[in-house]
């Protein structure tokens, strides 16, 4: 970010808060930071009662993004002493198969949490699976049973990637109450849960979605904006409101040269390293055209995706404690 434009963004962001916000941060890097603490400060309890937590990962077939992120969560285990078990099943496991697979670790009891890595293959109902995991050791959070909690407001596990913005929000944020949040995309796993977690925290929540008419003169309205809808750069400095702070959820891989000129501008590193590979991840906010009106804008990569994981520790932590208690 060119000085001008930091100095811009710093000033809308006093002026949106009051005033309140000069001089906090605004940094993934340091809720990352903070999450993982917390995480390895219950793992150090749990190790001193004999019951260190243990996440066992089921992944089915080949798929390569399912493996990179598989991979990322067991290395995040062995970083603060997390057990793992990992599961491979063949591309072509029928739903009973992975059915027996969940209750057998559902009767584990060496077993806190349990993760499914999705998608699954067409043969197996994603929602037949995730029914079958124990609540009480679903780390992902998706069982029906912690969606309700979550919606009731009573304690759970939640999904991983909502909770960790949060954590963001709350670290970053002096005050959410009263402030209008527009939620774009509302998938189960990010955009409903994310709106309740917003609703909990007393914003006055609008969720935005495939058919909703206008979606920009709406976004232009809200304080905070979470963007979770997988479409490359489709939120934009017009669609923003001086001052709003954005958090983009989105990942996406970007082949095409024409949309890589546009969100990264043709002088840029990022254009010629595009350039060089042909591809780059970006996520759903034109991030320099939103930075021109934002007060601040999460990157991609480098931003929500980290928070994921370290959100899905602490979702285990806290599964092998309220287990042993
Ligand atoms: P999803 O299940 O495909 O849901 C996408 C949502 O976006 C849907 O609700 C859809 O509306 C809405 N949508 C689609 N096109 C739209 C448009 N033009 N305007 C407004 N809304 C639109 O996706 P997801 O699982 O929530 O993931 C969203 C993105 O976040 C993806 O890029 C994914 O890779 C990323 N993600 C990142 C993390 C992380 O750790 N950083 C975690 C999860 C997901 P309808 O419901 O009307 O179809």
Known sequence: MSISLLVSAVLRYGDFFGGTLMGSRWSTKDTVSHLMDQARQGV???????????????????????????????????????????????????????????????????????LVQLPLPSQVSANAVIEAIDPDKDVDGFHPVNVGRLALGQAGLFPCTPVGVMALM??????????????????????????????????????????????????QLADIVVVAVGRPGLVDGSWLKPGAVVVDVGINEIKDKELARRLFGEDSKKYARFMRSGRALVGDVDYRSALGVAAWVTPVPGGVGRLTIAQLMLNCVTAAKRRLS
């Open 44 to 114: 150090a309890w749990l190790k001193e009662r004999s019951s260190a937590p243990h996440l066992a990962v089921i992944i089915v077939g080949d798929d390569p993004a399912s493996h990179v992120y598989v991979r990322r969560k067991v290395e995040a285990c062995s970083e603060l002493g997390v057990k793992s078990t990992r599961i491979d099943l063949p591309e072509d496991v029928t739903e009973s198969e992975m059915l027996d697979e969940v209750k057998r670790l559902n009767q584990d009891d060496d077993v806190d949490g349990i």
């Open 170 to 219: 709350k670290q970053s944020l002096p005050e959410l109450k009263g402030k209008h949040a527009v939620v774009i995309g509302r998938s189960a796993i990010v955009g409903k849960p994310m709106a309740h977690l917003l609703l909990h925290a007393h914003c006055s929540v609008t969720i935005i979605h495939s058919r909703t008419p206008n979606p920009q003169s709406i976004c």
